[in-house]
């Protein structure tokens, strides 16, 4: 499975994004997808999950309220709506795949990984 993340950018504190995923080379409804980011000098962090249907769905308690992610099968794509943006939200997102279809939020349980979308946010 091939990961295309994009949609970063730079944004305004309080304004909002939406990162793309998009998947290729495998049965994109089988897998549980997430999103993880990671800020220069930190360890790379969970934000986001979805289940391979779409119907169950996790956040970090961080971004709980202000991001939400979603999935669209028949277009292969997760999206992570991202809201109410600050300073320490910026860092490299990416996406990830798991063949374990539920919602997941170690990095460890994923087998594929994107390249990252860079998002910055100007206070």
């Known amino acids: 499975v091939q990961l295309q993340a994009s949609g970063g950018g730079l944004v305004q504190a309080g304004g909002s994004l939406r990162l793309s995923c998009a998947a290729s080379?495998?049965?994109?409804?089988?897998?549980?997808m997430g999103w993880f980011r990671q800020a220069p000098g930190k360890e790379r962090e969970f934000v986001a999950a979805?289940?391979?249907?779409?119907?169950?769905?996790g956040h970090a308690d961080s971004v709980n309220g202000r991001f939400t992610i979603s999935r669209d099968n028949a277009e292969n794509t997760v999206y992570l709506q991202m809201n109410s943006l600050n300073v320490e939200d910026a860092a490299v997102y990416y996406c990830?795949?798991?063949?374990?279809?539920?919602?997941?939020?170690?990095?460890?349980?994923?087998?594929?990984w994107g390249q990252g979308t860079q998002v910055t946010v100007s206070s």
């Open positions: 979805i289940s391979w249907t779409g119907s169950s769905r």
């Open positions: 080379g495998g049965t994109f409804s089988n897998y549980g």
């Open positions: 990830a795949a798991s063949r374990w279809g539920g919602v997941h939020t170690t990095s460890e349980t994923y087998d594929y």
